[in-house]
């Protein structure tokens, strides 16, 4: 395994500096603009050269299993797409449309929730649409959270790595191997992408990490007959990204600024925990730093659910909400401070002096 590693973490130190030139020759940047905080044009290939590195230690290692076919197939897709976006831009709505059906796509290969008893006609129905909004909501998730260098790579750097701990305490090898790459991959990229950012993932890249997590946590086997204890397991340490996600669209919804679905796609907003912690002072390394250990924390807890109980499994869950009940109280008063005159720009602005921030504001 520590080979696997290696080779996905070395691989990805070169693609991700040929990543770079080739962007610089074909002119692929992310160009500073009005929305967006950073003052210099960025490289935008890092998904590229992560998506690759990944790639390269399945196909040098593995024997693709079928489910494992579709995982890759789809977030091939999920990552081109994502490219195109990058470099052309796309609707939100169509780029939802590709997520769905890359999600429907990794069900038709065969993963799949499984937490309804079969005994019940309406099982299978109900897993796939739980699975499909698991895959699309956590891919947009690790898409949004992408809001400051070193973020969404850190993110599923941890989550990766937690997956593969848990496979080795549950005998999934052929799994460990699986996230132990994205793990290698992730930390070759981080290198160019710690603050100050040589390179950004794009969407190319967030979605792609988003897409493959959600994905490699529905294969994951967590637990023998215990649906909530094996469900409680990826939304641990996937916790931090379902919060942003149901706190922005909470606070969205409640502030009226979106009013309809097609809203809520295509809103670009700077009200993320990361810039809630930033509009509390923090700088950029500071804000990445606190998310890391929110995260590691997350992951703790999940690394002890390998043998519990039902009961277990829920305080663990209760425990991970209280303390995302005191980062929302922190986010508040962030919040306080962003609404005051064009406070987070300048934050932002002392940020990006710093060299310290990233692209593109979701």
Not at 101 to 113: D, E, N, S, T
Request: hydrophobic share 55%.
């Amino acid at each position: 395994m520590l080979k696997i590693f290696l080779f996905a973490f070395v691989s990805s130190l070169i693609l991700t500096w040929l990543a770079m030139k080739a962007a610089g020759r074909f002119g692929i940047f992310d160009y500073p603009d009005p929305r967006k905080i950073h003052a210099r044009p960025v490289p935008l290939l890092g998904g590229v050269a992560v998506f690759a590195a990944f790639a390269l230690a399945l196909v040098i290692n593995f024997h693709f299993s079928w489910a494992l076919k579709g995982v890759v197939i789809a977030s091939f897709v999920i990552m081109a797409s994502g490219l195109w976006d990058d470099v052309k831009s796309l609707p939100a709505s169509f780029r939802l449309l590709v997520q769905v059906g890359c999600a429907l796509l990794v069900v038709w290969f065969g993963v799949r929730l499984n937490i309804i008893p079969d005994r019940y006609s309406f099982a299978y129905p109900l897993e796939v649409i739980i699975t499909v909004i698991w895959i699309v909501g956590i891919t947009n998730a690790m898409n949004f959270m992408d809001g400051i260098d070193g973020l969404a790579g850190g993110i599923a750097f941890i989550a990766s790595s937690a997956f593969f701990i848990i496979a080795l305490q549950t005998g999934q090898g052929y799994f460990a191997y699986l996230n132990i790459a994205l793990a290698g991959a992730c930390l070759g990229f981080l290198f160019f992408n710690f603050p100050p950012a040589k390179i950004f993932l794009g969407d190319a890249g967030s979605s792609f990490l988003g897409f493959s997590l959600a994905s490699l946590a529905v294969m994951g086997e967590w637990a023998e007959d215990s649906p909530i204890v094996a469900f409680s397991i990826p939304i641990l340490i996937l916790a931090v990204l379902i919060f942003d996600m149901i706190y922005i669209s909470v606070s969205r919804i409640y502030r009226k600024s979106v009013r309809n679905f097609r809203e809520w796609i295509e809103f670009v907003g700077q009200d993320h925990m990361h810039h809630r912690l930033i509009g509390l002072g923090l700088s950029g390394v500071q804000a990445l730093f606190f998310i890391y250990f929110v995260c590691v924390v997350f992951a703790l807890g999940a690394l002890a659910l390998k043998d519990a109980t039902v009961e277990q499994a829920l305080l663990l869950v209760v425990q991970c909400a209280f303390v995302l009940v005191i980062v929302t109280v922190l986010m508040l008063v962030g919040r306080k401070n962003i609404d005051k005159s064009h406070f987070l720009e300048e934050r932002l602005k002392e940020v990006e002096n710093g060299g310290n921030a990233k692209s593109e504001e979701r």
